[in-house]
């Protein structure tokens, strides 16, 4: 069968501005070459910390930033050069902060219908049909359209940007932190929404987040991201159960758990590589207590290591 998503060597280059005096800076590399997958129905989870590259992935998905290179295909269709419109019926987004996301000055009915004009041309009375289905799906009020973004709450603005992704009737759907924003009660309400949204109109998601208990309960798959570059991938109950790269393991043991004491797990530095002097090798060997001169000298291949796992490492945890 064919794959929901397929990315080929998809990679971002920020160029720099040139500095008064001297050369100009090699341009930062937020995405390093990466190649993956996404099969239809399923849900993928992203996960890594600040500044690994999430965001600027998921906005090269959905073509808010063009790639410096690689290809994205969905469905077997090449987006590289796609019209806009073709683009938006197929893959859609949901921010982290639903209300900055909506136009204050417009209501919801003129953001609900926004996508239904632009993307399909609909007419007013199939508009007004469609907004009302999909307002039903998300289990909001009709007579909330006639009301200003400011006038909702975090959960309710959030269930909003989720109705307007669903009204261009995408096949994939990208959630960036769609609930870190949100209370935790308001948290759990949003997740099961979007797991019976998911089954109601057959969607994919990539949903990225910094929770690992969230993502571990929602994903089927997991890719940990860690300084622009995919260094694990596999099945969600096995990838923190029995991590087999370093950083993955890290990660893990990292997340408060309620009962258990608060511990900095082992690793020899804190902080991220300098993006404007990338290390050679394994950007993870400068904090990584197996590193090696090989680690520090030559970058890892994605390679299977155990059962539906793939990880970047040269020295990856046995079991």
């Known amino acids: 069968m064919m794959p929901a998503l397929k990315v080929d060597n998809l990679a971002k280059t920020f160029t720099l501005k040139k500095p008064l005096f001297g050369a100009a800076p090699a341009g930062v590399r937020a995405v390093r070459p990466m190649s993956f997958q996404v099969e239809t129905g399923e849900t993928l989870g992203v996960v890594g910390e600040s500044g690994c590259g999430k965001s600027t992935l998921a906005r090269m998905l959905v073509g808010l930033l063009d790639a410096s290179e690689g290809t994205i295909e969905i469905e ?177 043991e990292s997340a408060p758990v309620v009962g258990r004491p608060l511990t900095a797990p082992e690793q020899k530095g804190t902080e991220l590589p300098d993006p404007l002097k990338p290390p050679p090798g394994c950007a993870f060997a400068g904090r990584c207590p197996n590193a090696t001169d090989l680690c520090r000298t030559q970058e890892p291949e994605l390679e299977p290591v155990g059962e539906d796992q793939l990880a970047a490492c040269h020295h990856p945890i046995q079991d």
């Open 76 to 252: 077997g269709k090449a987006l590289d050069n796609a019209d806009p419109a073709k683009f938006g019926k197929l893959i859609q987004y949901v921010f982290q902060d639903p209300n900055s996301s909506l136009n204050p000055r417009k209501t919801i009915r003129q953001v609900m219908e926004a996508p239904l004009k632009r993307l399909y041309r609909m007419p007013r009375s199939e508009r007004e049909a469609r907004v009302s289905q999909i307002f039903a799906s998300v289990n909001l009020r009709e007579e909330f359209l006639e009301r200003y973004p400011h006038e909702f709450s975090g959960g309710q603005a959030q269930r909003i940007g989720i109705a307007r992704a669903l009204a261009a009737n995408p096949r994939i759907i990208v959630l960036d932190e769609p609930v870190s924003a949100l209370d935790v009660s308001v948290q759990a309400q949003v997740l099961n929404l979007l797991a019976d949204l998911k089954t109601e109109f057959g969607l994919t998601y990539l949903f990225i987040t910094h929770d690992l208990a969230v993502v571990e309960a929602v994903s089927d798959r997991i890719m940990v991201l860690y300084f622009g570059s995919v260094v694990e991938i596999g099945d969600a109950k096995r990838i923190f159960a029995n991590p087999r790269h370093p950083y993955t393991k890290l990660l893990a």
